[in-house]
């Protein structure tokens, strides 16, 4: 079994009784950018989301999960109200890394020390696995992509939006900027979560914010992004376009069209095929898995149509270029998509 190098780092905060937050442990180290966003997030959590006591996002290219827990008179932490277990990690994967959490923080429960927590994190950093008494083994291997599919609810997305889903779809085709609206935290990551699954054949986890907030920081490290999937839950974000192509508003069941990307969103008769497609597999009796996967043909016929417009070149190699489509004398508004698309999927002047 290879070790999962993906674990950057662990560390706790603590909440005393006094309702303050102080950093009391971190392995190997925390930079001060880490503390901001962290403290910031820990605080929002503990004060307004009881029930959601696991959250997570994504921030400078690194993946943060923060596992709160109560503190009781049977746990061995003195003068400590609640605490937060935090992992820092370069992958995306919230099943895998809440149970880990929670592995750690029934550990730190237990015995109030940091160094049983530093033995488990080290064993699985090393090993990909870890052993408690309460909780049997802990193994990473239990937890690869096939999780990341099943907790996702295509079928609802296309239900509450139906054929404006179709928006959605081609604004994750072309890499443009969405933004997520929903002021319950908890709605905000059941969500956003089913986003990825509509573009199988691209991994987008690497363009998911799942939580920002509209600070100076997180708006800066949003905008470092040339596209994204982010996820707001205040509806402020709604007054600044500077920062979405399109936003879904998921309470008002609302999709809307920045003024400067609406011709980036010109629908053609081939988006209309595919908006009536995804109504009709819906209602179906079609399992998650093949929804997204019938989506993902589809796409994969769209992209097997661009390849087809190639010419061939003098070496033998199959090259697009934007001349080659507009030989074609296709629509305008298909002209663009199509032109988009190859962008997008890095089609020009590659061998393809």
């Known amino acids: 079994m290879a070790p999962p190098t993906h674990l950057i780092s662990c560390s706790i905060i603590e909440k005393d009784l006094n309702g303050d937050t102080l950093w009391t442990w971190a392995y190997p180290s925390v930079t001060d950018d880490q503390k901001t966003i962290i403290t910031r997030k820990y605080n929002f959590q503990s004060e307004h989301c009881s029930t959601q006591s696991f959250v997570f996002s994504h921030y400078n290219n690194e993946w943060f999960y923060i596992n709160s827990s109560e503190v009781f008179d049977t746990d061995k932490l003195p003068r400590v109200k609640q605490f937060a277990l935090i992992l820092f990690t370069k992958d995306y994967n919230p099943q895998k890394y809440e149970v880990l959490c929670r592995v750690l923080s029934k550990m730190y429960c237990k015995t109030g020390n940091p160094v049983e927590i530093l033995k488990l994190y080290l064993s699985v950093f090393t090993n990909g696995s870890c052993t408690t008494e309460e909780n049997g083994i802990y193994n990473s291997d239990d937890y690869n992509l096939s999780h ?151 796409t994969q016929d769209l992209l097997n149509q661009l390849k087809n417009i190639a010419t061939v070149d003098d070496s033998g190699k199959k090259i697009l270029t934007v001349q080659t489509i507009r030989n074609r004398s296709f629509p305008i508004a298909v002209e663009n998509f199509l032109v988009n698309l190859a962008t997008a999927e890095q089609f020009f002047n590659n061998s393809l």
């Not at 072309?174 to 002021?183: G, Q």
């Not at 573009?199 to 100076?216: E, G, Q, S």
Request: hydrophobic content about 45%; overall charge negative; aromatic content about 8%.
């Open 148 to 298: 990341l599919n099943s907790d996702t609810n295509i079928r609802d997305l296309i239900k509450t939006f139906e054929l404006e889903t179709i928006l959605i779809y081609n604004a994750l085709l072309l890499k443009k900027r969405i933004v997520v609206y929903h002021h319950s935290l908890e709605q905000l990551f059941k969500w956003i979560r089913t986003f990825p699954a509509l573009m199988k054949h691209r991994d987008v986890t690497d363009n998911l914010i799942p939580w920002i907030d509209l600070n100076a920081d997180e708006i800066q490290d949003l905008k470092s992004n040339a596209y994204y999937i982010a996820g707001c839950r205040d509806s402020a974000v709604a007054l600044k376009p500077e920062l979405y192509d399109l936003l879904v508003n998921i309470p008002a069941r609302e999709i809307t069209i920045a003024p400067h990307a609406k011709e980036s969103f010109i629908m053609t008769k081939t988006h209309k095929e595919i908006a009536l497609f995804m109504i009709q597999l819906c209602e179906k009796t079609t399992s998650e898995l093949q929804i997204t996967n019938e989506i993902a043909d589809k």
